[in-house]
């Protein structure tokens, strides 16, 4: 079996945010929910300045302390590789966010997407009101991607938690994960980590890399070349 992972390249790597678009709307993410991420920093004193952008997603861990911590299995691994999730056993008591060190994993406090609920209008008699709009399309958002439910909740449900899955509902089909194809850039490379000849594998045994938070011992899948 495939042991999934990806390769970042920051030099290619321009910060237009495509990744982070591609995967609300291939996952139906709420607005305020982050699958994929980036961190930004600006280092130094003019004119010796230096500002990285810095792209963030679920590290997919050979070693996951998510899915240790997790007392349903909830969290688990399957058999590429792949930390995912499943609503069914999730019971919300978010061990899996205190463990996680790096941050992605989203809770929903709330029923998700309900400002699409509103019967208030933007401009009254001018505009539609968000329900109105979710009425006509008899869709939970207007931009509902219902490939989503094909493994995975198309819109996860309150009190349980969500995060990047690989676009594992693509994998099982033969494609790319979504922020992958939506890279104007091809930054992001995604591949078998355990096939030699993969192009993630010739990236890793060209270039040096990083990963983040090496030191926790997770074992991250999140490979970032490149680096300026």
């Not at 994993?105 to 998700?112: E, L, R, T």
């Not at 979504?178 to 850039?185: K, N, R, S």
């Not at 899948?221 to 490149?226: A, S, T």
Request: overall charge neutral; some cysteine; proline content about 8%.
């Amino acid at each position: 079996m495939p042991n999934y992972a990806m390769v970042i390249d920051l030099q290619n790597c321009v910060g237009c945010g495509a990744c982070d678009i591609a995967c609300k709307n291939e996952n139906n993410v709420p607005s305020d929910f982050y699958w994929s991420n980036h961190m930004v920093s600006t280092t130094g004193t003019f004119p010796n300045v230096k500002f990285q952008y810095l792209p963030t997603l679920c590290n997919h861990c050979m070693d996951a302390p998510c899915v240790k911590a997790c007392p349903t299995k909830a969290m688990y691994k399957d058999d590429n590789g792949l930390t995912l999730h499943s609503i069914e056993r999730c019971i919300g008591c978010k061990t899996c966010v205190l463990a996680d060190p790096y941050g992605v994993i989203n809770v929903n406090y709330k029923v998700p997407h309900q400002s699409w609920q509103s019967d208030e209008a933007l401009i009254p008699n001018v505009t539609a009101a968000p329900k109105e709009v979710i009425d006509k399309t008899n869709t939970p958002i207007p931009y509902y991607n219902p490939d989503r439910e094909e493994t995975y909740g198309g819109v996860r449900p309150r009190g349980v938690v969500e995060k990047c899955n690989f676009c594992d509902h693509r994998i099982k089909k033969g494609e790319y994960p979504y922020c992958c194809v939506a890279c104007p850039a091809r930054a992001r490379i995604f591949g078998d980590l355990d096939d030699p000849d993969s192009e993630i594998n010739h990236l890793l045994s060209r270039y040096t890399h990083k990963q983040l938070l090496i030191e926790k011992g997770t074992k991250p899948k999140i490979f970032y070349i490149r680096d300026f």
